[in-house]
Antibody, heavy 120, light 108 residues
Framework: EVQLVQSGAEMKKPGESLKISCKGS????????IGWVRQMPGKGLEWMGI????????RYSPSFQGQVTISADKSITTAYLQWSSLKASDTAMYYC?????????????WGQGTPVTVSS | AIQLTQSPSSLSASVGDRVTITCRAS??????LVWYQQRPGKPPKLLIY???NLESGVPSRFSGSDSGTDFTLTISSLQPEDFATYYC??????????FGQGTRLEIK
């Protein structure tokens, strides 16, 4: 069974750093791109970026380029999303997602979400 | 970058109704359009891929179609569990990925 299991809820202060994780299981982790999607409270879905775990090729949405870093460690089948300096506006639910296949960048599996709250 | 505009933004309907949600692309696209359903407090769920292909396990009352710039999601007979928010999404080969703003389907 394919599963994406994300790390737990985070409460941080502005300016702090954060790295959240997404562990994939039940499939060949290296062969499926893993993406991240933001959902701010009461708002829609926003694609942040995506990584190919096999070779670490990464693509970012222009809206998030330079704001976050996406990485992956295929040896432990885990992808990461990190911030170096959080802002209050980063408060959101963050989902990791699996792309469905080669050059098929839609998402057939979703993690349960990691809620991030940034408040002083 | 391609923009996706969904209409309506919200919709009230009754159990048994037929509803259609439209996703309009800012330029013609030939492929790479999918639909998701998101129930409150849950992650989205894939419904339709390649504009009109039903994901495995999705009820047949859901269907999708396209006309190049306009894509539609139709629910033929609404069930109580269908009241949710629906999103379209496009991708290209780079990849660059765009979501529509969502359509909230509420019980009348």
């Amino acid at each position: 069974e394919v599963q994406l299991v994300q790390s737990g809820a985070e409460m941080k202060k502005p300016g702090e750093s954060l790295k959240i994780s997404c562990k994939g299981s039940g499939y060949s982790f290296s062969f499926y791109w893993i993406g991240w999607v933001r959902q701010m409270p009461g708002k829609g879905l926003e694609w942040m970026g995506i990584i190919s775990p096999g070779d670490s090729r990464t693509r970012y949405s222009p809206s998030f380029q330079g704001q976050v870093t996406i990485s992956a460690d295929k040896s432990i089948t885990t992808a990461y999303l990190q911030w170096s300096s959080l802002k209050a506006s980063d408060t959101a639910m963050y989902y990791c997602v699996r792309a469905a296949g080669s050059s098929q960048y839609y998402f057939d599996y979703w993690g349960q979400g990691t809620p991030v709250t940034v408040s002083s | 970058a391609i923009q996706l505009t969904q209409s309506p933004s919200s919709l009230s309907a009754s159990v048994g109704d037929r509803v259609t949600i439209t996703c309009r692309a800012s330029q013609g696209i030939t492929s790479g359009l999918v639909w998701y359903q998101q129930r409150p407090g849950k992650p989205p769920k894939l419904l339709i891929y390649d504009a009109s292909n039903l994901e495995s396990g999705v009820p047949s009352r859901f269907s999708g179609s396209d006309s190049g710039t306009d894509f539609t999601l139709t629910i033929s007979s609404l069930q109580p569990e269908d009241f949710a928010t629906y999103y379209c999404q496009h991708f290209n080969s780079y990849p660059q990925i765009t979501f529509g703003q969502g359509t909230r389907l509420e019980i009348k």
